[in-house]
């Protein structure tokens, strides 16, 4: 019993908690940076769009993919930690990022397509699986990465875009992350591919009108399997982005609710992967601009959480903006709107 | 919810629950070596083995009762809502700031004033997301997260900022409250009234959905909205006043571990309640008088966890895994009902289709 009285504080079970503290680590102002003024927060910005920006593209993309076959996952929250513990265990264990950005994309898959075989028994919510996969991967990762916390991966490699330069911040905001320019190819060559391809077609057919998908002879349950498969896939690439480069670490804190923005930000980007692209840059410099400001002596700390909220307030905005009792969002596969 | 139906509701949510528990065990067995039976002893010890451990099993899920209540609710409209987490983050600053204005009176005006305080509080916020939803269209389930991320932030800013005691260091806090304001035990237990708080809530819920008209209509608008309005329901206000409750409900969870545990408003206010509250919830298949079994059993969870962790020496990470589980599995079972054949009425039984 005595026992029991040790451990009365009310913070053990849940760690969801988290979600809701952004990790901002600094954005590289090192000691020796030289003082720009009002050119080191829009240099600060820069950085954090793609530094920040770039699991906010992968999870987005994958989202995209997955609501263009006419299903929400809202469980890629889980899906991120789970790649980002995958990601940065594999690469422990083998010595090789890459690996480790592959087997989270695996892991990703796994989890994506468990919530899609579940989602296409009978009278089940898609929205409580997103949640309940999302408790469950989390828990799943903070379960096995326990092993993990403490020792360091070898890391993704990044480009120096910024070598010209002698002043440390712009080399540190042009130093470009290799998955970050997979991410760039990807998202107008997703557009194509669902624009062009055959395959494209048949993804957006299930999205439009089940009965058509149907009457064509595919089988919708099929495609939307391997439509979440795949943005769960995406997804865990996003999160092994976050150990194995920015912030560059596994911990318990690693995700600050990317994995949950993702669904916002495909409404934002109305449903476009090019569009994805451009809205997860957004969000990225949106997300630093506190920690920038702060950096710069504009802010106070406490102020600067108002600034961390600003993504969220921009999303709803948008969505109260362009959403209607009346219609569908313009851009949003018909599927989506049916299932409410 | 006649006879039938509850046995058929109370079989297939104890069946997912048993085979999530073994689907644990056989996941414990295999990654910690953890045998099966010292699993389940430890579980049932800590969360309710002994009287100690009833109470505090009790204890946490009084938060979870009230939180749970802000998913349920509105889920009886078609509304999924999980903006617990903020309602619960913001009527626990209502609740604290109140306290601290009404310093000097009785304390029940106080307790009084911080309820009513944490009710308008967490209740602003989810009527905002069924506003949404009624006037824009906003998928509420969205919209509520997004609210619950904001108002989450806007609590950081207040509490580090405008409404912090200058002595709380390390952990910034509000002042704390009058100490005779507090919640005390309830009849020499070591629980305290938030317990009953939460199952109060919990019944005047049920008695509003399931046997006024309101609740007649709310559940009506949510078995289909259009038909609803075509048939003259005031839909617009369904949507407002129950959105309203829920979050009430969840404003109501933060006043209570403001005013029986933390004293002030702190980031220990922001602990998961609202996130297991939406697990409850659809483990109590968002019935109101099915939320307090259901809540009891994860705060027994949550209670157990400790002693797991130090008799098993397995991580803290265990207990979520189970929850995650358990989830995945009542989600599954949904899909049985209907299907077993000793539920269902006789003359459906009966019924011959032709060849």
């Known amino acids: ?340 | 919810m006649n006879g039938r139906t509850l046995a058929e509701t109370l079989s297939i949510t104890i069946c997912a629950l048993l085979a999530s528990l073994v689907i644990f065990g056989v996941f414990m067995f295999a990654f910690a070596h953890v045998r099966p039976n010292d699993l389940f002893y430890w579980m049932y010890i800590g969360a309710f083995g002994t009287k100690f451990s009833w109470q505090y099993s009790l204890t946490r899920a009084a938060p979870l009762i009230l939180a749970a209540l802000c998913t349920a609710l509105p889920a009886r409209l078609g509304l999924i809502v999980i903006g617990g987490e903020g309602s619960l983050a913001l009527g626990g600053l209502a609740a604290a700031g109140t306290g601290l204005l009404l310093a000097g009176h009785s304390p029940y005006t106080i307790q009084f004033g911080m309820a009513g305080a944490a009710c308008v509080g967490g209740g602003l916020l989810i009527l905002v997301c069924g506003g949404l939803r009624y006037w824009r269209g906003v998928n509420a389930t969205i919209s509520s997260l997004l609210l619950a991320y904001i108002a989450i932030y806007v609590f950081d800013f207040l509490v580090e900022g405008p409404m912090r005691d200058p002595a709380s260091l390390n952990k910034p806090a509000t002042y704390p409250i009058p100490p005779e304001a507090m919640l005390g035990p309830m009849f020499g237990l070591d629980v305290h009234w938030g317990l009953a708080y939460g199952v109060v809530a919990c019944v005047l819920a049920w008695i509003l959905m399931d046997h006024t008209t309101f609740g007649f209509a709310a559940r009506m608008a949510g078995g289909n909205m259009r038909a609803a309005q075509a048939a003259g329901l005031p839909v617009g206000r369904l949507i407002l006043v129950t959105c309203a409750l829920g979050g009430a409900a969840a404003g109501l969870a933060g006043m209570v571990e403001v005013a029986a545990v933390h004293r002030q408003a702190n980031a220990s206010l922001i602990a998961g309640y609202g996130f297991t509250g939406i697990l409850v919830s659809f483990i109590a298949r968002h019935h109101p008088l099915g939320i307090i079994p259901a809540a009891v059993l994860f705060g027994g969870l949550g209670a157990a966890s400790g002693i797991m962790q130090r008799r098993l020496l397995i991580p803290d990470a265990s207990v979520q895994v189970l929850m995650g589980i358990m989830f995945v599995m009542i989600l599954l079972s949904e899909s049985l009902y209907g299907r077993l054949r000793i539920f269902q009425p006789r003359e459906v039984r009966e019924v011959v289709v032709p060849a």
């Open chain 1, 1 to 340: 019993v005595s026992e029991l009285v040790a451990h009365l504080d009310f913070s053990a079970v849940f760690h969801l908690s988290r979600l809701f503290h952004l990790a901002t680590p600094s954005l590289g102002a090192a000691s020796s940076a030289t003082d720009l003024g009002l050119w080191g927060l829009l240099i600060a910005v820069i950085a954090g769009a793609h530094k920040v920006g770039t699991p906010f593209l992968f999870v987005s993309l994958g989202e995209c993919i997955t609501e263009k076959s006419g299903r929400v996952n809202l469980g890629l929250e889980g899906t991120l930690v789970m790649g980002a513990m995958t990601g940065f265990a594999i690469s422990y264990k083998t010595g090789s990022p890459w690996v480790g950005v592959l087997a989270a994309a695996g892991v990703g898959a796994v989890l994506g397509a468990i919530h899609a075989a579940i989602c296409n028994l009978p009278r089940v919510n898609y929205i409580a699986v997103g949640i309940s996969m999302m408790l469950f991967g989390m828990g799943l990762a903070f379960y096995l990465g326990k092993p993990y916390i403490q020792p360091s991966a070898p890391k993704l490699p990044a480009l120096n875009l910024g070598f010209w330069s002698s002043i440390e911040q712009i080399q540190d905001a042009l130093r470009i992350n290799a998955l970050f320019v997979v991410g760039v190819v990807l998202a107008p060559f997703l557009a194509w591919v669902l624009k062009n391809t055959r395959w494209g077609l048949i993804l957006r057919l299930a999205g439009e009108s089940e009965e058509a998908a149907a009457a064509m002879g595919y089988s919708v349950p099929r495609i939307r399997l391997i439509a979440t498969a795949v943005g769960g896939a995406l997804a865990g690439v996003g999160g092994s982005y976050l150990s194995l480069y920015y912030p560059g670490s596994w911990s318990e804190q690693i995700s600050s609710g990317q994995g949950l923005m993702a669904v916002a930000l495909v409404i934002f980007a109305r449903w476009s992967p090019v569009r994805c692209l451009f809205a997860s840059l957004l969000f990225g410099g949106v997300g630093t601009l506190g920690v920038a400001m702060q950096g710069q002596n504009l802010t106070s700390a406490s102020v600067a959480y108002l600034w961390f909220a600003a993504p969220y307030v921009l999303t709803l905005l948008i969505m109260v903006i362009t959403c209607s009792r009346l219609r569908a969002m313009v851009g949003a596969p018909a599927e989506l709107s049916r299932v409410q």
